[in-house]
């Protein structure tokens, strides 16, 4: 007999975030099992939430598995056919005409290279992207490819990363998601420092830069600061996701919270304010200052 589960409209929020953690702490026991996921209530599903909701159908299929997706409502299959998330589940991609999404993609950890050009092509080069200096988008690029590297190094992660995202012109905003299914960032605190925090606090501590366990041109947790600093400068927001954590960072202020489950890794989401006409730079090319 088949699992049946049912998923409600997915936005990148606090609320939409709660509803995957939740459908997995539901399939969590699951193994050889058919999964049904009924998404007839999901009459929305914002589409750079697939990174996080194809890492968790892809643990569901690592757990030997099998998963299948049904009535999903026209407009929701549209958005997901469009990004080719729905390929790996027997739909035909729809050609994206109008250039707005970030293709749904999953990478094996030694693809470093081949993130690197995604987020190159895809996220950097953006024509929506606020105007930086060289040396900002150096940064912003080494910040972004930071994620996959914790991801890599820190997560432990061995089932990949997941990433997706999409331009909302009418919103004015560029969304972009990376997922792993690791430790989580509370996990890989207690392991460097030995002590347990509460999943939220570890969440802004490493925002925050005090966790720099990598060497190397940036250290681990100080690509989330940068990103954090200008997020916070250019008006959008910024989510991270790990264990029962949630932190976000919007409008300039600063939330955290605890789920009653699990998301078992990360995720990272960041939300550009296209509408944002200044140009940045770091503060160290017209100051001695380090740092915008």
């Given at each position: 007999?088949?699992?049946?589960?049912?998923?409600?409209?997915?936005?990148?929020?606090?609320?939409?975030?709660?509803?995957?953690?939740?459908?997995?702490?539901?399939?969590?026991?699951?193994?050889?099992?058919?999964?049904?996921?009924?998404?007839a209530g999901a009459?929305?599903?914002?589409?750079?939430?697939?990174?996080?909701?194809?890492?968790?159908?892809?643990?569901?299929?690592?757990?030997?598995?099998?998963?299948?997706?049904?009535?999903?409502?026209?407009?929701?299959?549209?958005?997901?056919?469009?990004?080719?998330?729905?390929?790996?589940?027997?739909?035909?991609?729809?050609?994206?005409?109008?250039?707005?999404?970030?293709?749904?993609?999953?990478?094996?950890?030694?693809?470093?290279?081949?993130?690197?050009?995604?987020?190159?092509?895809?996220?950097?080069?953006?024509?929506?992207?606020?105007?930086?200096?060289?040396?900002?988008?150096?940064?912003?690029?080494?910040?972004?490819?930071?994620?996959?590297?914790?991801?890599?190094?820190?997560?432990?992660?061995?089932?990949?990363?997941?990433?997706?995202?999409?331009?909302?012109?009418?919103?004015?905003?560029?969304?972009?998601?990376?997922?792993?299914?690791?430790?989580?960032?509370?996990g890989n605190v207690?392991?460097?420092?030995?002590?347990?925090?509460?999943?939220?606090?570890?969440?802004?501590?490493?925002?925050?830069?005090?966790?720099?366990?990598?060497?190397?041109?940036?250290?681990?947790?100080?690509?989330?600061?940068?990103?954090?600093?200008?997020?916070?400068?250019?008006?959008?927001?910024?989510?991270?996701?790990?264990?029962?954590?949630?932190?976000?960072?919007?409008?300039?202020?600063?939330?955290?919270?605890?789920?009653?489950?699990?998301?078992?890794?990360?995720?990272?989401?960041?939300?550009?304010?296209?509408?944002?006409?200044?140009?940045?730079?770091?503060?160290?090319?017209?100051?001695?200052?380090?740092?915008?």
């Amino acid at each position: 007999m088949a699992v049946k589960l049912a998923l409600q409209q997915i936005r990148h929020c606090r609320a939409g975030f709660a509803e995957l953690v939740d459908l997995a702490a539901q399939a969590e026991r699951c193994f050889l099992e058919q999964i049904e996921i009924d998404m007839a209530g999901a009459s929305w599903f914002d589409a750079d939430m697939c990174a996080a909701f194809g890492a968790l159908l892809y643990r569901f299929g690592h757990n030997l598995n099998t998963v299948r997706l049904l009535n999903i409502p026209n407009l929701v299959e549209q958005i997901l056919s469009k990004n080719a998330f729905l390929s790996s589940y027997g739909r035909k991609p729809i050609p994206d005409t109008w250039g707005t999404t970030i293709p749904y993609q999953r990478f094996e950890t030694k693809d470093e290279r081949y993130f690197a050009s995604y987020i190159e092509r895809e996220l950097v080069q953006r024509p929506e992207i606020p105007a930086m200096s060289p040396r900002l988008l150096k940064k912003f690029r080494e910040s972004i490819f930071e994620i996959f590297s914790n991801a890599v190094i820190h997560s432990e992660t061995e089932l990949g990363i997941f990433s997706c995202g999409q331009f909302y012109p009418k919103k004015n905003l560029l969304v972009f998601s990376v997922a792993d299914l690791g430790i989580g960032i509370p996990g890989n605190v207690k392991k460097k420092i030995g002590s347990q925090l509460l999943p939220e606090r570890a969440i802004a501590c490493a925002v925050d830069g005090r966790f720099t366990t990598k060497s190397g041109p940036i250290p681990g947790g100080l690509g989330l600061k940068l990103l954090s600093d200008f997020i916070r400068l250019n008006k959008g927001a910024f989510v991270i996701v790990s264990d029962k954590g949630y932190w976000e960072l919007r409008r300039g202020q600063t939330l955290t919270d605890k789920f009653r489950n699990a998301f078992p890794g990360t995720v990272v989401t960041i939300e550009i304010n296209t509408a944002d006409t200044h140009s940045y730079a770091l503060r160290s090319e017209i100051s001695p200052s380090e740092v915008f």
